[in-house]
């Protein structure tokens, strides 16, 4: 999936997005329900993201930035996004994961991971609150999880004070301080 304008919603049928601090939105990967799951380049995230963000030059640029490198293996496997995405939410970038799926019963099991860095531009808090109302309405649409939390630059845990990540999305947007009435500034 191609960056387009700020539709953070596109995440319902994406595997994943990075929200760059100039605002821009890397969409990758294909949310698929399916029974007897086959993982594809379109729907894991580790594959669609190498097919269509690893490569880009602004994601190397940042890797190089951070010195913290992200390469392929010659057998189709790579460092593990999941390990490394709390560095670069620390460094500057928004990471949110779509991790739905279908559980044994065959029902619909939504959760989304969201990953921040501990301080926001002032473009990925618009495009955050310009999307607070139809992001909340999704997550209560699909009964979804939440997962969120904020890193420093080393990838370490910026919300020292919550021994766990926080699960509601209204918490999320208080404690990164952003504005829940679609973009309206305090």
């Not at 049928?13 to 100039?22: D, R, S, T, W, Y």
């Not at 799951?37 to 269509?52: G, K, L, M, Q, V």
């Not at 939410?89 to 619909?108: H, M, T, Y």
């Amino acid at each position: 999936m191609q960056e387009q304008g700020n539709d953070l919603l596109r995440i319902e049928h994406a595997k994943g997005v990075l929200i760059e601090p100039n605002g821009t939105l890397h969409f990758f990967g294909e949310q698929r329900y399916e029974s007897g799951f086959e993982i594809t380049d379109e729907n894991d995230h580790e594959a669609s993201f190498n097919a269509t963000i690893a490569d880009e030059e602004w994601f190397q640029n940042l890797t190089e930035r951070i010195e913290t490198p992200y390469q392929k293996r010659q057998d189709g496997n790579s460092t593990n996004i999941h390990q490394q995405t709390p560095i670069w939410a620390g460094n500057g970038i928004i990471v949110i994961l779509n991790d739905s799926q279908l559980n044994a019963r065959g029902d619909e099991y939504n959760f989304f991971t969201f990953q921040f860095p501990k301080n926001l531009t002032l473009e990925q808090q618009e495009i955050l609150e310009t999307s607070y109302t139809s992001l909340k309405e999704l997550i209560e649409r699909k009964h979804s999880y939440i997962d969120g939390m904020a890193y420093d630059q080393n990838g370490n845990d910026a919300w020292n004070d919550v021994d766990f990540s926080v699960d509601n999305i209204d918490e999320i947007y208080d404690r990164m301080n952003l504005n829940k009435t679609q973009g309206k500034k305090r």
